[in-house]
């Protein structure tokens, strides 16, 4: 009987202090519909209606907060949006599904509520009310004074002109309220059961959001197992066929200066052209290990930007603000981003100052911004250098923004994570 009596008052005591709570939650979801729809016509609907959406959220985060204290039930929180740097990116995660859940769960929770005040109300209070009515008739309270059809008067409860105004009906009344308060327990965990059911559906993680993670998961794998590949690739490369080839090289030019006088020119030539040959497969092969995977990433991002910089036929001004130094893959990334900008800077902007600059704003992110001072209107053409930038940028959920008007300058801002999400 105790834990019954312990559990209906932890019932009662949560529908009473959600009412309050689901009070003003309903009012901040009223007055924020009010003002998006004024705000939706001007550019600032849209971080407005994310604030709304983040607001929601917090709202969320009390009631989950409300059922774990006062009733044991731990909804867990639904996967939040990886912060990222930006008013653009803060918007567009804003606006996602938990969002917009929180905000129907504060439209829903005041009916709710009230419904919950009603169970309190009924049983409750009623029952109390009516189980004590001949302690109160005795005391003159809580009664009616009147007259009957006779004209007699009458004192006591009245319910459409009946009275219970004898010891009898007394009893009636006060055993009605005995039903109510047994009743009470029974109602109120069914309107704090419904409450958290809803609670649940809405603010709390859905099936397919574990299996998003999941996916998010393997695919942070694949990226990193991949850089370390394409890492494991290049010392392969670099230190056994590379090492053979300059062996090779030194070899057949060991050979070119011992060779006698009197050895056929054709032998000569032969010589002459493995020789060549040997040094441009090193030359092919150093390309090759560099475009899969820079050694000079070895050092940091910075390091190897300095090193574009220094080959760029571009005059190229550099700055690079990285405390954190990011994963294998987001420099590897970040990298190739900036190899393949400079490279279009030099070959199609005719630009004659190139601006690289590294940064990490915070909230986890990197951002990686190359301006030119070219002739710009510069485009992501399908199939193109930009279309496949942005495409590889995506696979970690990094953003590519061109900004490239007619005449220049072209600026573009890859803003990437710093751990593969």
Avoid at 130 to 144: A, C, D, F, I
Avoid at 161 to 189: C, E, H, I, K
Wanted: glycine share 10%; charged share 20%.
């Amino acid at each position: 009987m105790r834990p019954v009596l312990r559990r209906a008052w932890a019932d009662t005591l949560y529908l009473l202090a959600k009412a309050p709570l689901a009070l003003v939650g309903f009012a901040f979801a009223l007055l924020s519909a009010v003002l998006g729809g004024v705000l939706s016509v001007t550019r600032l609907g849209g971080p407005a209606t994310a604030a709304v959406l983040r607001g929601a959220r917090r709202f969320g985060a009390l009631h989950r907060r409300l059922a774990a204290v006062l009733l044991e039930e731990h909804v867990p929180a639904p996967e939040r949006p990886r912060s990222r740097a930006g008013l653009r990116a803060w918007v567009r995660d804003a606006h996602d599904g938990t969002g917009y859940r929180a905000f129907l769960h504060l439209l829903t929770g005041l009916p709710l509520a009230l419904l919950g005040l009603v169970a309190v109300l009924v049983t409750w209070v009623y029952g109390f009310l009516l189980l004590t009515y001949p302690v109160q008739r005795s005391l003159g309270l809580n009664e009616s004074r009147g007259r009957d059809s006779s004209g007699e008067p009458r004192y006591g409860l009245s319910i459409d002109g009946f009275y219970f105004d004898t010891w009898q009906r007394s009893l009636l009344v006060a055993l009605a309220g005995a039903v109510l308060l047994l009743l009470a327990p029974r109602a109120v965990r069914l309107a704090a059961g419904l409450d958290v059911a809803v609670l649940r559906a809405l603010l709390g993680p859905r099936p397919r959001d574990a299996r998003i993670r999941d996916l998010e998961e393997s695919r942070s794998y694949a990226v990193e197992d991949a850089a370390a590949t394409l890492r494991r690739i290049e010392r392969d490369l670099h230190d056994g066929a590379q090492v053979r080839l300059v062996s090779l090289t030194m070899t057949l030019a060991a050979l070119k200066e011992t060779l006698p006088p009197d050895t056929p020119d054709g032998a000569r030539r032969l010589v002459d052209d493995a020789h060549t040959g040997a040094r441009a497969a090193i030359s092919e092969l150093r390309e090759l290990v560099r475009g899969i995977h820079p050694p000079v990433l070895d050092k940091g991002l910075d390091a190897a930007l300095a090193t574009l910089a220094a080959r760029s036929p571009v005059p190229v001004e550099l700055d690079t603000d990285l405390p954190e130094r990011p994963s294998a893959a987001i420099e590897s990334i970040a990298y190739f981003c900036a190899s393949e900008l400079l490279a279009n800077a030099a070959r199609h902007a005719a630009a004659g100052r190139v601006t690289v600059a590294a940064a990490e704003p915070g909230g986890g992110t990197l951002r990686l911004t190359v301006a030119d001072d070219g002739s710009g209107g510069a485009w992501a053409r399908p199939g193109g250098g930009l279309a496949g930038l942005a495409e590889r940028v995506r696979t970690v959920d990094g953003e590519l923004r061109l900004d490239s008007p007619p005449g220049g300058p072209t600026t573009v801002t890859v803003t990437l994570p710093l751990r593969t999400p």
